[in-house]
Every structure is written in structure tokens, then in C-alpha cells.
């Protein structure tokens, strides 16, 4: 078992940034990919990024490509998304997810945090 605990969300301006980040714990010595999915009110829950267990690769939602980065510490069982030029579409509860396959992250990943709530006020 993998325990995912995120944090860093919270209310912030149309155009300012913030920082998400997951702790891991558990079964960590497995190599997971890692990431994160958004669920905006009313909708369906997306996927926005993924990095590899190295962290050599990366993969973003076309709607996030530019502004979002993922980024892990592998020492420290770390995930983060920085995210930057907020607009108000950006509002969501963020989930980290963890998964066994890097190219199969955005179908099914095998853990779930809790989320953590982004608020983007225009």
C-alpha cells in the first residue's frame, strides 16, 4: 500500500501561482510513476501530468502544457505541481495518484490521495 497525502492548495488570484505537493508514504520502494488529476465542480475527474519513477519523463494535459510542471524527490518521497498563471477554469479539488505503469498513469492509476482544493478567483 501506497498513502498519498497532498497539500499547498488553497484561494488565490487569477493570475498568481502555487505549489502542490504529495507526500508519499508506505510501499514506496516500488517504482511508481506519479502525477496528478483535477475534479472541477460538476465534472468528471482529469488527468494533468504524470513523471516517471526517474523523473526523466513527463506528460501534461494539453489544457495545463505551459503552465504546469511536475517535478519529484525521489529522497524524499516527494511530488510537486507547480503551477503558474492561475485562471478561474483551474479551480478543482487536485488529487496525487500513484501507479505500477507510467504510460497507462492517466487510465488507471493504483493509489489515490484525498486532494487538496485550488481556488482561482477572477
Known amino acids: 500500500q501506497v498513502q498519498l497525502v497532498e497539500s499547498g492548495g488553497g484561494l488565490v488570484q487569477a493570475g498568481g501561482s502555487l505549489r502542490l505537493s504529495c507526500a508519499a508514504s508506505g510501499r514506496t520502494s516500488g517504482n511508481y510513476a506519479m502525477g496528478w488529476f483535477r475534479q472541477a465542480p460538476g465534472k468528471q475527474r482529469e488527468f494533468v501530468a504524470t513523471?516517471?519513477?526517474?523523473?526523466?519523463?513527463?506528460r501534461y494535459a494539453d489544457s495545463v502544457k505551459g503552465r504546469f510542471t511536475i517535478s519529484r524527490d525521489n529522497t524524499k518521497n516527494m511530488v510537486y505541481l507547480q503551477i503558474n498563471t492561475l485562471t478561474p477554469e483551474d479551480t478543482a479539488v487536485y488529487y496525487c495518484?500513484?501507479?505500477?505503469?507510467?504510460?497507462?498513469?492517466?487510465?488507471?492509476?493504483?493509489?489515490w490521495g484525498q486532494g487538496t482544493q485550488v481556488t482561482v478567483s477572477s
Open positions: 513523471i516517471s519513477w526517474s523523473g526523466g519523463s513527463t
Open positions: 495518484a500513484a501507479s505500477g505503469s507510467y504510460s497507462r498513469f492517466d487510465n488507471r492509476p493504483d493509489y
